[in-house]
């Protein structure tokens, strides 16, 4: 008998880690194939990379804005009705982006559907694992996180092929088709309380609807405490720089002399990246700690961005591609786990999801500024060397978090 009772049938933890999974390379498969058409953008409307940049601007600000009430909604409701409707809304933008016919409306069916989508989708479907696991904690989250690096590993290179073969209106309607398909499937197979099928965290049999209560704090009991509020600011502050190779990567590349295929590819070593770092790093982050972890991971991207401020050759860009991506995948993998670490899973969906927000101000920042700088200098150099300085004052930011298996529910209380 396997674990919860069931013959012959697998943990159903893994089965919701592995719906995440692709639910999430399907949604961010899609947002970080925008780099693949900033080109097109550029010569379709005549458009400076600053007034391109918005639409990938305004994309990541709503799906990281929308967390905070998609979180909070799939803690009352379950994760999968949500989901679905963020595929429903995702697929409808691609579809009515590929009947775009001026860079404003390109904002609202892609910029706006894209961010709608997203941000039902990608809190949910990450805080559907948490209450499923306890001791492999860090290892399902960094498996289901590292469905956004399969999916910025594929879908750019992909959307270059189709932007080639059918023009970027034709490839956005390809990729609408996909997230009908794939998307909505995945999305139907979240949920996130293990007690409506008679189990505990990490597969322990229970009686069906009997589980004990979710342990930690509520979302008001969280906002209330300082350690929120630190982990907030530096995840803010990390999101301005972070932000800025999956919009303008690819112009980089373009800028010195590399063909859009390499630029494509550049993309795609950051999902490598990414899948590495959310496997290695999220079971690493389990023994060394995730505060340590993550404090490494804010000082490793500060670090890389240096080189891509030197980069022009194609295999120094591909390194920093590479290992940006690990670094990346690191950062993406342990927030949700060590949310889970200090506030507990009874709300950790809506945490999470307010956590974000300070992403999505990183995100409608970052790419945009870095477009304005581009657009008056003519070079990347100065938005890259800014973006250094605000990662290592992430990492710095963080040192003040307590060590991640801190639980600060009673500092919450007596607050």
């Known amino acids: ?6 013959v012959g049938k ?77 595929m429903l809304l995702l697929a409808l933008g691609l579809f009515a982006a590929s009947r775009a016919q001026t860079l404003a409306q390109v904002y609202v069916t892609y910029g706006l559907g894209c961010g709608l989508g997203v941000g039902f989708v990608y809190v949910p479907a990450i805080g559907a694992v948490q209450p ?18 399969m999916g910025t590993l594929v879908t750019p290179y992909v959307a270059v092929e189709l932007i080639d073969a059918l023009g970027w209106r034709g490839a956005f309607a390809a990729l609408g088709a996909f997230v009908l398909v794939v998307g909505v499937a995945a999305a139907g197979l979240l949920e996130n309380d293990p007690a409506r099928r ?9 009686e069906p609807g009997r589980a004990p ?13 300082r350690v929120f509020w630190i982990f907030y600011g530096s995840l803010a502050l990390c999101t301005i720089g972070q932000a800025m190779p999956f919009a303008h990567l690819l112009p980089y590349a373009l800028d010195h002399g590399h063909a859009k295929e390499f630029g494509a590819i550049l993309i795609g070593l950051v999902g490598v990246g990414s899948v590495l770092g959310r496997f290695v790093l999220g079971g690493f982050g389990d023994r060394v700690g995730r505060r ?6 804010y000082a490793a991207m500060a670090a890389l961005f240096v080189v891509w401020a030197l980069s022009e050759s194609a295999w120094v860009l591909a390194a920093f591609a590479l290992l940006y991506g690990v670094s990346y995948g690191g950062f993406v993998g342990t927030c949700p786990p060590l949310a889970t670490d200090y506030f507990g899973p009874k709300a950790i969906s809506g945490i999470v999801g307010v956590l974000y927000t300070g992403a999505g101000i990183g995100y409608l920042v970052g790419p945009l500024a870095a477009g304005a700088a581009y657009d008056l200098r003519q070079s990347y150099t100065l938005p890259i060397l800014a973006a250094v300085v605000l990662l290592a004052a992430a990492a710095a930011l963080s040192r003040a978090l307590p060590p991640s298996g801190t639980r600060v529910q009673a500092a919450a209380r007596a607050a």
Request: glycine share 16%.
């Open 213 to 225: 209560p979710k342990a930690g704090l509520t979302l008001r009991e969280t906002l209330r405490t």
């Open 292 to 297: 340590e972890m993550l404090t490494g991971v």
């Open 198 to 206: 008679g189990l505990h965290p990490d597969g322990a049999a229970g």
């Open 1 to 6: 008998m396997t674990p919860g009772g069931d």
């Open 132 to 149: 499923w696991f306890r001791k492999r904690l860090g290892l399902a989250a960094g498996i289901a996180s590292a469905g956004i690096g």
């Open 10 to 86: 697998p943990f159903r933890g893994w089965v919701v880690v592995g719906a995440s999974f692709t639910a999430l390379a399907v949604i961010f498969g899609v947002a970080y194939a925008f780099a693949s058409f900033f080109a097109s953008f550029e010569r379709e409307f005549a458009a400076p990379r600053a007034d391109v940049s918005l639409v990938f601007a305004i994309a990541g600000f709503v799906w990281f804005g929308l967390g905070a009430v998609t979180g909070t909604l799939a803690d009352r409701l379950g994760p999968r009705p949500i989901a679905v409707a963020g």
